[in-house]
């Protein structure tokens, strides 16, 4: 969820088929460090980290393939204006009194 969180409020070009990427390759990726890491199944290629250091991979790959994927396939439909933290500036907001 971090890695998600990051990707929509830090950067100004996510798209939703960025943010469905990354969702994907975060699940391809935890099943792959699960199944050889802890579960210790041998493919020739193995997750050898400390199984807590899952956590922090997994969304450093959401947020990494979903801004490339954003990047590379950029959405000229999405309406992003006031909902990054560069945009926090520019919304005003309406006074209740």
């Known amino acids: 969820m971090l890695g998600l969180f990051s990707l929509g409020f830090l950067t100004r070009r996510c798209t939703k088929l960025g943010a469905y990427c990354g969702i994907a390759s975060c699940v391809i990726f935890t099943a792959w460090a699960t199944f050889t890491g802890p579960l210790k199944v041998d493919i020739g290629f193995n997750y050898t980290m400390h199984p807590a250091m899952l956590a922090l991979w997994t969304q450093l790959v959401l947020f990494g393939v979903g801004y490339a994927v954003s990047v590379l396939i950029p ?5 992003t204006k006031g909902l990054t933290i560069y945009d926090r500036h520019s ?3 309406e006074d209740a009194s």
């Open 91 to 93: 919304v005003q907001f």
């Open 75 to 79: 959405d000229r439909r999405a309406k």
